[in-house]
């Protein structure tokens, strides 16, 4: 089956149906009218950055998930919104795998927490003035990792018999 194209006089409108689906908490059509208006203006930064946030929305604590998020990130022009739209992604997966409570998904969390307060840092220092959307990220990551109380992996302390 063959997808319609987007008329280049219906994005601005096509582009607010997207932010209000995923304000309704439809992250798919977000998605999919994200990648109508990107097939029809490819370098839309506002549409990478909803398709984005939409995917990120379904991360369900699968990492194939994840690396799809994360193609989109090189479409961003701007250094900050990639570090930043980074973060965002590892934040999103840290917060899908706590849901997930799977063995070691405490740890797996902490991990992709971690991460996201590494971006969130290189954010901030790239971040415009006035712009504290990094530090606020970071501090939301730190206090879910005190709230649940999450710690690294134990490193495995594993003596084969015989060595």
Same mark, same amino acid.
């Given at each position: 089956?063959?997808?319609?194209?987007?008329?280049?006089?219906?994005?601005?409108?096509?582009?607010?149906?997207?932010?209000?689906?995923?304000?309704? *908490?439809?992250?798919?059509?977000?998605?999919?009218?994200?990648?109508?208006?990107?097939?029809?203006?490819?370098?839309?930064?506002?549409?990478?950055? !909803?398709?984005?946030?939409?995917?990120?929305?379904?991360?369900?604590?699968?990492?194939?998930? !994840?690396?799809?998020?994360?193609?989109?990130?090189?479409?961003?022009? *701007?250094?900050?919104?990639?570090?930043?739209?980074?973060?965002?992604?590892?934040?999103?997966? +840290?917060? +899908?795998?706590?849901? *997930?409570?799977?063995?070691?998904?405490?740890?797996?969390?902490?991990?992709?927490?971690?991460?996201?307060?590494?971006?969130?840092?290189? +954010?901030?220092?790239?971040?415009?003035?006035?712009?504290?959307? +990094?530090?606020?990220?970071?501090?939301?990551?730190?206090?879910?990792?005190?709230?649940?109380?999450?710690?690294?992996?134990?490193?495995? *302390?594993? !003596?084969?018999?015989?060595?």
């Amino acid at each position: 089956m063959e997808l319609k194209s987007l008329h280049k006089s219906s994005v601005a409108s096509a582009f607010e149906k997207a932010k209000h689906y995923r304000l309704l *908490n439809d992250p798919e059509n977000a998605e999919s009218i994200c990648l109508d208006i990107l097939k029809v203006v490819p370098d839309h930064q506002e549409a990478t950055e !909803v398709l984005i946030l939409a995917l990120a929305d379904q991360f369900d604590g699968g990492s194939q998930q !994840v690396k799809q998020a994360q193609t989109y990130l090189n479409q961003l022009k *701007n250094e900050f919104q990639r570090t930043y739209f980074a973060g965002l992604i590892c934040e999103r997966a +840290a917060r +899908a795998t706590l849901a *997930n409570a799977t063995p070691f998904s405490r740890s797996t969390a902490y991990g992709w927490f971690s991460d996201a307060m590494e971006h969130f840092n290189q +954010a901030e220092a790239l971040s415009p003035a006035g712009n504290n959307d +990094a530090i606020l990220r970071w501090n939301s990551c730190a206090r879910s990792i005190q709230k649940h109380k999450l710690k690294p992996r134990a490193d495995d *302390n594993f !003596v084969a018999y015989g060595d």
